[in-house]
């Protein structure tokens, strides 16, 4: 697909499909992680106190879900933002988002050995190299669009807003090899180190004034 070759309306159209598309693997994500959470038998528990036993022990399973659920509810809040900057999309585009999409879709995947495997060291690391992808292909994508050679971006864009969004893209990653080293010291704070990437996130809203990325619907 050519750019040239495509008429306004045309290249509008495989925009609009396209963000259509993310919303639905988002979507999909984020109702398979729920879905894939077992609910053992517990018919036989007849008191309070064998209940608190038994939802306690249940709190890892829920946990794997909740860190994995909020992690991609991030990625789809700056995947909003950055796609809000695209005006038009071409094939080479279309082929970065499909790989960041899919490296969305294998977190249910890895999230559900995580919840059947909490202390497992290896699972995690997966889980991380993982969120590298997810984050490397969000970079690529954005990188790509911002290129003057392919002209992607909306014209209000700027040169410092792009470079601020890719460096923000850069942060999860980041905290995925963290969490890659730390789980070998205790796998607990492989957890903690994902618990940073909302609250990295909601530091970066209140800290970092990006006007394009975060105004424009």
Known sequence: MDKKELSQDELQEWRTRLR????????????????????????????????????????SSMGAFFIAFVVVAVYWMKHLEHFSAIKVVNQNFIWFQLLFLGSIMLIPFWNTYISHFPENEAIK????????????????????????????????????????????????????????????????????AFIMVPLVFMAKKKLVHIKYFKKNP
Do not use: C
């Not at 971006?153 to 040169?159: I, Q, R, S």
């Open 20 to 59: 259509f598309l993310s919303d639905i693997i988002f979507a999909s994500a984020m109702t398979i992680m729920i879905l894939n959470i077992e609910i053992p038998a517990f018919g036989h528990i007849t008191d309070t106190k064998a209940l608190a036993v038994f939802l306690g022990k249940q709190l």
């Open 125 to 192: 690391v997966f889980m991380s190299a993982n969120m590298v992808l997810v984050g490397l292909f969000s970079y690529l994508s954005l990188n790509y669009a911002g290129n003057p050679a392919h002209r992607l971006l909306k014209e209000a864009v700027e040169a410092e807003e792009l470079k601020v969004a890719k460096r923000q893209i850069l942060t999860e990653p980041a905290i995925a090899i963290l969490a890659a080293g730390l789980v070998f010291l205790n796998p607990i704070l492989w957890d903690v």
